[in-house]
């Protein structure tokens, strides 16, 4: 099946810095997802994005399906951007809607 | 707009027992897919149902079994539990055949066999 590996596994930034998050994937895909998963365990969509760049406040993400891989930007991070970012996507296969999740980057923002 | 929702919020059960989650789909959305999050781990796909029926599956073994019933809404059901079903559990609603099919997740139910 297909593969997807996030990178870094962790990051620890202060309060007010940029960070880049990175999805790879082995194989052409219908759905990229990026989710922001809260302690609680709630998983939040950020983007929907198979294709192209999205903008959504301090956050932007880009995928470049042709080079199997996508980059979430998170800018002038706050504490409540803590949490485990995830990539899942859907395989480009006819019938297979499931979701394969990458294995995640934690991100800690200090004050 | 309600989202998805997921019934109970927690769980505890003894190995053997069995267990029955519940999620309502979000408005709007045909297709519901179950997920479990291990510790530490990305959510890994358990089935998904559509039309009342399961449409594809996950690499989980005969004691996940589900359904989904005509309002949409859907059950997992776990039989003879072990310790290492222990992991949040997840629910996510989607509708099927849409050219943008963003798949939303609800709270999740944490279950903790001992």
């Known amino acids: 099946g297909i593969q997807v590996e996030q990178s870094p596994p962790d990051l620890i930034l202060q309060e007010g810095a940029n960070s880049t998050l990175r999805c790879n994937f082995s194989d052409s895909v219908n759905n990229l997802q990026w989710f922001h998963q809260n302690p609680w365990g709630q998983l939040i969509n950020l983007f929907y994005i198979p294709s192209g760049t999205k903008q959504n406040g301090r956050l932007s993400a880009t995928t470049v399906a042709t080079e199997r891989y996508s980059l979430l930007y998170i800018s002038s991070s706050q504490t409540t951007d803590s949490g485990v970012y995830f990539c899942?996507?859907?395989?480009?296969?006819?019938?297979?809607?499931?979701?394969?999740f990458g294995t995640g980057t934690r991100l800690t923002i200090i004050p | 707009d309600a989202g998805v929702t997921q019934s109970p919020t927690h769980l505890i059960k003894t190995r053997g027992q069995q267990v029955t989650l519940r999620c309502s789909p979000k408005?709007?959305?045909?297709?519901v897919s179950w997920y479990q999050q291990a510790l530490g781990q990305g959510p890994q796909f358990i089935f998904q149902?559509?039309?009342?029926?399961?449409?594809q599956r996950g690499n989980f073994p005969d004691r996940f079994s589900g359904h989904q019933f005509p309002n949409y809404s859907s059950e997992l059901n776990v039989n003879a539990l072990l310790l290492g079903d222990s992991a949040l559990y997840l629910c996510a609603s989607s509708s099927l055949g849409r050219a943008q099919d963003e798949q939303y997740f609800g709270p999740g139910t944490r279950l903790t066999v001992t």
């Open positions: 899942a996507v859907e395989p480009r296969n006819f019938g297979n809607e499931k979701l394969t």
């Open positions: 408005s709007g959305h045909d297709t």
């Open positions: 149902y559509y039309e009342e029926e399961e449409r």
